[in-house]
């Protein structure tokens, strides 16, 4: 995680991901959620010298949410969701919808764990390593136009659908992969040892 961070970052804490902060020795700017998962002791640790913003439990937006929000309102563009993205599946959607939400609202994020990062694809390259998997998943029905440099099995503006599974578990060729489309919305996911 650290190999992320710079300095002049700004680290949010969301609920309770702040306990995974806390554990790494990485002081929050602002831990901001409804508090249902954070550990009270590290909340209470935390309060000396973070600005802490509680919202209800019975709201809209899930505390990730929260924090993207806060992100567009203080002009931060370039954001880094840590997630572990294990065991609940609706939080796994979640985050997806996250991921659309950020980039319709002009967010550049990543979604990142010790073994993926995942992002919408923007006609670009993108450095990786040679041999990780690369998978290549529709959000809307159909993504036009793909055409990719650097993949096992490429694209030649070639179509993916939403409901077929044939862009999973590509492999990358070089330490530097291209992805371009005409249309839709394309979901990356690189899946590698210890991406964190």
């Not at 939400?101 to 550049?108: D, P, Q, W």
């Not at 490429?154 to 330490?175: D, T």
Request: glycine share 6%.
């Amino acid at each position: 995680m650290k190999k992320y961070l710079e300095k002049s970052d700004t680290i949010l804490g969301i609920d309770g991901g702040t306990n995974i902060l806390y554990a790494n020795k990485i002081k929050p700017d602002l831990i901001i959620g409804d508090m249902d998962s954070i550990d009270k002791s590290i909340l209470d640790y935390f309060k000396k010298e973070t600005e802490v913003a509680i919202y209800p439990s019975k709201k809209d937006e899930t505390d990730t949410e929260l924090g993207l929000n806060w992100c567009l309102e203080n002009n931060k563009k370039d954001v880094v969701i840590f997630n572990s993205m294990q065991n609940r599946l609706d939080h796994i959607q979640g985050l997806i919808a996250n991921l659309i939400f950020a980039y319709k609202k002009g967010l550049n994020l990543e979604i990142v764990n010790q073994k993926q990062k995942i992002f919408i694809a923007q006609n670009m390259s993108f450095s990786t390593k040679k041999g990780v998997n690369i998978s290549l998943i529709p959000l809307t029905e159909v993504v036009e136009g793909i055409s990719t440099d650097g993949l096992e099995y490429p694209l030649n503006n070639e179509n993916l659908f939403f409901y077929h599974s044939r862009g999973i578990s590509n492999v990358a060729l070089k330490n530097e992969v291209k992805i371009t489309h005409k249309k839709g919305l394309l979901m990356i996911i690189v899946s590698e040892k210890d991406v964190i």
